[in-house]
């Protein structure tokens, strides 16, 4: 039996802090602070320690994504969120796969902070108007206006389609063998018209800087990086609770996330950042 509150919802903690900052190392870093926090907190005093161990993560990831907001600007190309290695059992949960995509995740990083907190904590784990309130410091009337604004905003950009575990896997592995195998046509084909491939770098690896439309225009870009630098090694893999790919070209790693409508690949998330590729040995316990 587990006492330590703190220890006993470690994993819903960091989904939190992940969710709202899309950074795995910073969620850590996030945890660490709360744990410090909670250790100096009488126990015995608290009525749900759930409840108020997620208001000390949220009030500490708000003001980590305060401080993070000049360095993202400042960031070199386009920025990704940070893949984790998950376990299969993640897509079980529809919603909680959902909220932990890339493609998600990419689309709560156009909220600003308290919208993105208010998003998360409500529509993702279900918290209470008024918790949430008290965990931002707005009142439960103010909290409802913003969480109306923030689902507007997350439901005008998000994929509108969905589909099962076993197409996007099918889709997935057809994608990853036909670049291990250098089939131009094939990719073309199992790729949207109007795919749109975004990679992340961060000035320390290889990447393309803006957003590459269009299938012919990526298939040739992922056939002129295996001309140029070898071939592929691709293999499929579970990040943030989906089939994707980890692809390997002369050593360097890449993970690769999809988003697939109609049986066809319509967005490409390519992380090449290699720091943000360091939690990829071991899956993420994530829950809510």
Same mark, same amino acid.
């Given at each position: 039996?587990? &006492? ?25 870093? %996030? ?6 926090? !909670? ?15 997620? /208001? ?14 000049? /360095? ?6 386009? !920025? ?8 299969? &059992?993640?897509?079980? &949960? ?21 919208? /993105?907190? %208010? ?8 918290? =209470?108007?008024?918790?949430? *309130? ?6 439960? @009337?103010?909290?409802?206006?913003? *969480? ?7 439901? @005008?950009? /998000? =994929? ?10 099918? %889709? ?20 949207? =018209?109007?795919?749109?491939? %975004?990679?992340?770098?961060? *000035? ?9 439309? *269009? ?15 070898? =071939? ?5 893999? !579970? ?50």
């Amino acid at each position: 039996m587990i &006492d330590d509150p703190f220890v006993a919802h470690r994993s819903l903690l960091f989904t939190v802090a992940y969710e709202m900052l899309g950074s795995a190392a910073d969620a850590e870093d %996030v945890l660490q602070e709360a744990w410090l926090r !909670w250790a100096d907190v009488d126990g015995a005093r608290v009525r749900d320690a759930r409840a108020y161990l997620i /208001r000390i993560v949220t009030r500490q990831a708000l003001n980590r994504l305060r401080t993070l907001a000049r /360095r993202r600007e400042e960031y070199v190309g386009e !920025w990704l969120p940070e893949p984790l290695l998950t376990s299969p &059992d993640v897509a079980d &949960d529809v919603e909680l796969a959902e909220s932990v995509s890339i493609a998600m995740l990419t689309v709560l990083e156009t909220l600003g902070p308290t919208e /993105r907190a %208010v998003f998360v904590l409500r529509e993702v784990f279900e918290i =209470p108007y008024g918790e949430i *309130g008290e965990a931002i410091g707005k009142p439960a @009337a103010t909290v409802r206006q913003i *969480g109306r604004r923030a689902r507007e905003h997350v439901s @005008a950009r /998000r =994929p509108r389609v969905r589909v099962s575990r076993s197409e996007q896997q099918a %889709v997935v592995e057809r994608f990853l063998t036909a670049l291990r195998t250098g089939q131009l046509q094939e990719l073309i084909e199992i790729m949207a =018209p109007d795919v749109v491939v %975004v990679a992340d770098g961060g *000035g320390l690896a290889r990447a393309v800087r803006v957003p590459i439309h *269009g299938a012919e225009r990526v298939a040739k870009l992922f056939e002129a990086a295996n001309r140029i630098r070898g =071939p592929f090694e691709a293999t499929t893999v !579970w990040l943030n609770g989906a089939p994707a790919g980890r692809i390997e070209i002369d050593g360097e790693l890449t993970a690769v996330s999809f988003v697939v409508e109609d049986g066809r690949i319509s967005r490409i998330y390519a992380m090449r950042n290699p720091r943000k590729l360091v939690r990829l040995s071991e899956p993420a316990e994530l829950t809510r």
